[in-house]
């Protein structure tokens, strides 16, 4: 079945670092792909998706790219900040709105 | 964007008991979803919720146990029976339209004690 695979965190960085969490997926098909966040006491928020092989999703200074060839879309961001500090779900869908979910990065950002 | 309100938003229940989760959407949704969240696990799914008919399960899940309702297009429930403390979770509500991702309330956080 599919399966979303995501790096162990948590991710502690700095303030302004460099941020990669990577994500791998195995499905049948050409799912959607999608990053939620989930802030500290909140419910989950849709961060980016994207829908076929090479597009780029992109929100709040977050990116990913549908990897077709390596079946991944890891989640960058160029200057992190405090207010990022989250767990970040990666998931896919076969079009159904139903999800699979990787198990979550947790991304701890100090001043 | 459509907004979901879910309650309770957290309980501590004896073991034995049942507790109902109700799940609002402040607009009509093609599609309804429960998720569970156990302690440092991932998100999974239980079961869609069918308008007007039975949910459908997902493997490891059965009706007895999560009974789930959806009267109309903008409310559902999920009964969490005959708890244990395995059952301690968060439990999350989804909604989706053709034309929209999936969104989320912000959870129930169950505690059995």
């Known amino acids: 079945g599919d399966s979303v695979t995501q790096m162990e965190g948590p991710v502690t960085l700095s303030e302004e670092a460099f941020l990669t969490i990577n994500c791998t997926y195995t499905?049948?098909?050409?799912?959607?792909l999608f990053w939620y966040v989930q802030y500290p006491g909140e419910g989950l928020q849709l961060l980016l998706k994207a829908t076929k092989a090479d597009d780029k999703g992109s929100n709040k200074g977050f990116e990913a790219t549908y990897r077709k060839e390596t079946t991944s879309f890891h989640l960058e961001k160029g200057s992190v900040q405090v207010s990022d500090s989250a767990v970040y779900f990666c998931a896919l869908s076969p079009g159904y709105s139903t999800l699979t979910f990787g198990k979550g990065t947790m991304l701890l950002v100090s001043p | 964007s459509a907004v979901i309100s879910q309650k309770p938003s957290r309980d501590i229940c004896q073991r034995g008991t049942s507790l109902t989760i109700q799940c609002q959407v402040d607009?009509?949704?093609?599609?309804m979803f429960w998720y569970r969240q156990q302690p440092g696990q991932s998100l999974t799914l239980i079961a869609t919720?069918?308008?007007?008919?039975?949910?459908?399960?997902e493997s490891g899940f059965v009706i007895d146990k999560f009974p789930i309702s959806r009267p109309n297009l903008t409310f559902s429930t999920l009964t969490v029976s005959n708890m244990s403390p395995e059952d301690s979770s968060i439990y999350l509500c989804?909604?989706?339209?053709?034309?929209?991702?999936?969104?989320f309330g912000q959870g129930t956080r169950l505690t059995v004690v």
């Open positions: 919720a069918n308008q007007g008919s039975e949910a459908t399960y």
């Open positions: 499905a049948t098909g050409y799912p959607s």
């Open positions: 989804s909604a989706a339209t053709v034309n929209t991702e999936a969104f």
């Open positions: 607009s009509q949704v093609t599609m």
